[in-house]
């Protein structure tokens, strides 16, 4: 028997659509995959956002940006093409505007739904890879796949090194 699937509630009871759990996050599919599995979709809600300013008019530097930025509506790049439950448009909020002059840092160019699914992508896949202790060979399985740069080590190893 296999546990791992067998053990689940049916899908079509899910209260929710595929897209909108973590289940997207860690294995995204698009429509037309999670249709011809059988599961449900949630659709955009039509928004309608009056956009004010295509996010590739916005200043590269954030020096060059100006205060009244808080009151434009800016165009998500992504469109609402992706599968990220992208909300097409988003605004910069004052208290941001301060936060990425102090730092340094250019405006979002994505709506927060689409900056958090990148963020996703930076995460290390649910799986794992046989790989040998960089150190002293040993046998190991680790989430970091055999071409990332990373080295890695078994846990004596790691724990003799940050001991
Ligand atoms: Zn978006
Ligand atoms: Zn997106
Ligand atoms: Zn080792």
Redesign the pocket.
Known sequence: MNIATENFFPTEISQFSYNETSAQEFFPLTKQEVKSKGFSWKEPKDRNYKITVDSKDLSDSILDVKDDVTSQIIG???KG????Q?TTAFRITSQELQFYKSQNIPLPR??P??RH?QRTKNRNPVKLFLRNCAKCNKNIETSYAPERPEIVYCESCYNNEVA
Request: aromatic content about 8%.
């Open positions: 998500c790049e992504h093409e992706c599968n990220e992208c994505l709506c739904n689409c699914y």
